[in-house]
């Protein structure tokens, strides 16, 4: 069963929510935290996919997105920063309190793995999936990949005098984004180390869960590097990281979804299936490629 419905943050904004009930649920929980320019809609045969497996799913869009754009004024700010301590904090709280202490599985899709540990709620996670996220850092980018920013930051601050939303397609993402959500990336970027200059890290500090990572080979936003980065963050889980060819996939060329697309349901989605049915005790904390 579907059922959509609107949950409240803590700074009294709202943001659209969808539910995947199972017939018969398993007990465990599953949160898709998406990415800055994927709709939640676009999650959807994922999720339809594990309620068949008993799984209870939650997908939401950030405010100022998706089926939450129309509930916050476009005056308001949404930030990034409201997006994971408002937002994804308000989504996890809502699991916890209908969960009767079941399992939280958090899985987020780029920036939604980036900005877990600035939600307070983030304690209350049990198995953490991080799926193309990385450090958003510009010193660990290919030199191309720091020209097209370049090229990018100075097209979206001339567009950003007189829009609220910034379209973003050009470069080889989707949908719009509120202005100060790409105006705040672009802060992060410049950073040495990323958002850990602004935010403490305490919070990705105290993740002692298992957590499994997902990336690809040739992402723009995700080099290995980057990824790297942000997994030392995670300094007392329990890390697994898969960095996949997407060509041994069957994919031409990386695509937004990857992970999330249907054809890859034999392949990474019995990836995570195993993974989330393992016994991992956080004993030995480290990095390990597969």
Not at 161 to 169: A, Q, T
Not at 221 to 228: D, F, G, H, Q, T
Request: aromatic share 14%; with cysteine.
């Amino acid at each position: 069963m579907t059922e959509k419905t609107q949950i409240r943050t803590k700074d009294g904004k709202w943001i659209g929510i969808t539910r995947y009930i199972p017939g018969n649920p398993n007990g465990r929980n599953i949160i898709i935290a998406p990415a800055a320019h994927v709709l939640q809609v676009e999650y959807e045969p994922f999720a339809k996919h594990f309620m068949q497996y008993g799984y209870s799913i939650t997908s939401f869009d950030y405010r100022g997105t998706g089926e939450s754009a129309s509930l916050i004024s476009r005056k308001q700010k949404n930030g990034l920063l409201q997006w994971a301590a408002h937002d994804i904090d308000a989504v996890i709280r809502f699991v916890k309190q209908l969960s009767n202490n079941n399992e939280i599985i958090y899985i987020g899709h780029g920036v939604g793995g980036e900005l877990v540990g600035l939600a307070p709620a983030s304690q209350y996670i049990n198995r953490l999936v991080l799926i193309d996220s990385a450090l958003s850092c510009k010193k660990l980018w290919p030199w191309h990949i720091k020209l097209g920013l370049s090229l990018a930051k100075f097209w979206w601050q001339i567009l950003g005098w007189y829009r609220p939303y910034l379209p973003i397609h050009k470069t080889g993402l989707r949908n719009h984004l509120p202005r100060e959500v790409v105006y705040e990336w672009i802060n992060w970027c410049e950073k040495p180390n990323g958002l850990f200059d602004l935010f403490p890290d305490c919070n990705y500090r105290k993740l002692e869960v298992p957590l499994l990572a997902i990336s690809f080979d040739k992402s723009w936003y995700s080099p290995e590097k980057a990824v790297r980065e942000l997994l030392n963050y995670f300094s007392n889980s329990q890390i697994s990281w898969h960095h996949i060819d997407p060509a041994k996939l069957g994919f031409k060329k990386i695509k937004n979804l990857c992970f999330f697309e249907p054809f890859v349901e034999d392949s990474l989605w019995e990836t995570l299936k195993l993974w989330l049915n393992e016994d991992v005790r956080v004993t030995n904390q480290g990095i390990y490629p597969v």
